[in-house]
């Protein structure tokens, strides 16, 4: 009888080691499942923030290209006789030499002794091609000339600008004329017959 005593002493023993082997496993698993959640969660948490970081940086990089589009557009095509040469210093700030050269023109850094000027209506830019070290944008600008105080009508063009980056700042390398584009009356504006 001691002998079966002893056994099941024995056994109900080696019973409560395996149970607590077991209960332990399970509170080991549990804290892990724990951690493995906690460190999947952190994981996401850093991509969200790196993939913000990356388009953030790009979606800087098009505010910049865009700035530096519409910055020179703007000084090329809005001006009058007393900003007329110097709006060559700020093209100079946005431009390559080449780009420079074009648009000073056979003209020089003279202004016109006729009361002149040119007026932007709307300026409009669309990035085309968002390689950041090569960058192309349409550029839609409509402007409005006036000689001796007569205007003329506005007039719209669609350019294509390409921007490349120099160093840390962008700059506009070639301008290409796509189009000029003036009102068209074609008749009547009194429906009859």
């Known amino acids: 009888m001691k002998k ?17 082997g077991i209960v332990g496993q399970g509170v080991i698993s549990s804290r892990q499942k724990s951690q493995v959640q906690s460190l999947t969660t952190e994981n996401q948490q850093l991509n969200q923030k790196l993939s913000w970081l990356s ?3 790009s979606n800087q990089d098009n505010y910049d290209i865009k700035n530096v589009v519409h910055n ?17 210093n700020e093209i100079k700030k946005y431009a390559t030499d080449g780009v420079y050269q074009s648009l000073q023109g056979a003209g020089g850094a003279e202004a016109p002794k006729t ?7 709307s300026l409009n830019i669309y ?6 070290d090569t960058a192309k944008a349409l550029v839609s600008i409509s402007t409005t ?18 921007v490349i980056k120099q160093g840390s700042k962008y700059l506009v390398n070639k301008i290409t004329l796509m189009g000029s584009f003036a009102p068209y ?9």
């Not at 990035?127 to 950041?132: A, E, G, I, V, W």
């Open 145 to 162: 000339y006036s000689v001796n105080g007569s205007n003329a009508s506005p007039v719209s063009q669609i350019y294509e600008a390409e």
């Open 115 to 121: 009361q002149i000027q040119n007026k932007v209506n």
């Open 72 to 88: 020179l557009f703007y000084a090329q095509f809005n001006y009058n006789n007393q900003t007329y040469v110097s709006r060559l």
């Open 185 to 193: 009356n074609s008749g009547s504006s009194k429906g009859g017959k």
């Open 4 to 20: 079966i005593f002893i056994g099941f002493a024995v056994s109900i023993v080696l019973n409560i080691i395996l149970i607590i």
């Open 55 to 57: 388009s953030e940086g």
């Open 127 to 132: 990035l085309t091609d968002t390689n950041t």
